[in-house]
């Protein structure tokens, strides 16, 4: 699991952990990972950490491959990710800050699902999680890059999975709105429908099981991806373009 010493990352942990039940919980916070750990152990579970941040592609793909060697994965969920919005004042997003969402929030999950449902397809079982949002559908212009990323990753989670469901493996892409989590709380503006990440964790836990293709939730999200497909583009570029930025 990536982004275990996030919000939503450390409430699938803890949904997760039970006896019998092995745990590689990876993060870039050292303190909040080792505290995530420590409460998974004491639920029953057998849990190791890797304090890494996967931005640096080329060491987590290294340490993808050590640890499925070591003891393969059967589940896998790349739960994270970065946000941000345009700055106040600025009149597009910063370049660096694009960059580096461009890295976390595609190239590396995309790349390290692709390693290891590679390695899945072979032992002809697996599951990967993927979590995206439901930013994607729309062309938000004050998070161009977080809206863009996200979109880049749900196009890839579905030509992944459509590749490797003959090799047994299924791929689940979760779309979800807020999330109530200390990082969703620093971004400004308002919440509507704000999930709380025990609620979203164990949702997604369900749709693994299941093998979904696609989870969005909540379920009006559904709804706004469809009215954004059928608006005529001027009127949604009018309404998209109206929306000021979270400040």
Same mark, same amino acid.
């Given at each position: =699991?990536?982004?275990?010493?996030? !919000? ?47 931005? %640096?592609? %080329? ?7 050590? #640890? ?8 896998? +969920?790349?739960?994270? /990710?970065?946000? %941000? ?5 600025? +009149? ?9 969402? !461009? ?16 390695? =899945? ?18 062309? +938000? ?6 809206? /863009? ?8 989670? #579905?030509?992944?999975?459509? /590749? ?11 779309? $979800? ?6 990082? !969703?709380?620093?971004?400004?503006? $308002?919440?509507? =429908?704000? =999930? ?20 969005? +939730? ?26 000021? $930025? $979270?400040?």
């Amino acid at each position: =699991m990536t982004g275990a010493s996030g !919000g939503l990352g450390g409430a699938l942990a803890r949904h997760y952990a039970k006896a019998g039940v092995r745990l590689s919980l990876w993060g870039r916070d050292p303190a909040r990972l080792a505290a995530i750990a420590a409460d998974c152990r004491a639920a029953g579970a057998q849990a190791q950490v890797r304090s890494l941040d996967i931005g %640096d592609v %080329d060491a987590a793909l290294a340490a993808l491959a050590e #640890d499925d060697a070591e003891e393969r994965f059967d589940l896998a +969920l790349f739960a994270s /990710g970065r946000g %941000d919005v345009r700055a106040a004042g600025d +009149l597009v997003e910063d370049a660096a800050m694009v960059a580096r969402m !461009g890295t976390v929030n595609f190239t590396a999950p995309a790349a390290l699902s692709a390693a290891l449902a590679a390695r =899945m397809a072979e032992r002809k079982s697996g599951r990967i999680v993927l979590v995206g949002s439901a930013a994607a559908f729309h062309a +938000l212009p004050f998070a161009a890059a977080y809206s /863009g990323t996200k979109a880049g990753l749900a196009r890839f989670a #579905d030509a992944l999975r459509i /590749g490797v469901a003959r090799h047994g493996v299924s791929v689940t892409l979760v779309s $979800p709105g807020f999330i109530d989590t200390a990082a !969703g709380r620093k971004v400004p503006g $308002p919440k509507p =429908m704000l =999930m709380t990440a025990d609620a979203v964790a164990a949702r997604i836990a369900r749709a693994a099981v299941r093998r979904q293709a696609h989870l969005v +939730l909540p379920w009006p999200f559904i709804a706004l991806r469809w009215l954004d497909r059928l608006l005529p583009r001027l009127l949604r570029d009018r309404v998209l373009g109206g929306l000021a $930025p $979270p400040g």
